[in-house]
Nanobody
């Protein structure tokens, strides 16, 4: 098992920034693809960003458009999502996800990830 705990959510004005953190414990964290997803009110959960196990490669949903940066510190068992130029459409619960040991780099589907955090609320006011 991998336990994931997100933090850093909150209320921010449009145009503002937030940094989300996700700290893992339990089974090996460093060897896994990690991802961020979000679920807006009334919508399905969607992929936001992913990162390779070695912190070398990243990939994003199109709607990120250069506004978000995913990174990780394997020594701290932590993955981050730096979000900038936030707009009200970014309002959602944001979830951290850890891949299984066979999850490939580039995975964007929820079913491809094995472990999930409880989520952190991000609210962007206009």
């Amino acid at each position: 098992q991998v336990q994931l705990v997100e933090s850093g959510g909150g209320l921010v004005q449009a145009g503002g920034s937030l940094r989300l953190s996700c700290t893992g414990s339990g089974r090996t964290f460093s060897g896994r693809v990690m991802g961020w997803f979000r679920r807006a009110p009334g919508k399905e959960r969607e992929f936001v960003a992913g990162i390779s196990w070695n912190n070398i490669s990243t990939y994003y949903a199109d709607f990120v458009k250069g506004r978000f940066i995913i990174s990780r510190d394997n020594a701290k068992n932590t993955v981050y999502l730096q979000m900038s130029s936030l707009n009200p459409e970014d309002t959602a619960v944001y979830y951290c996800a850890a891949g299984g040991m066979s999850t490939r780099y580039g995975a964007r589907g929820s079913s491809e990830y094995a472990y999930w955090g409880q989520g952190t609320q991000v609210t962007v006011s206009s």
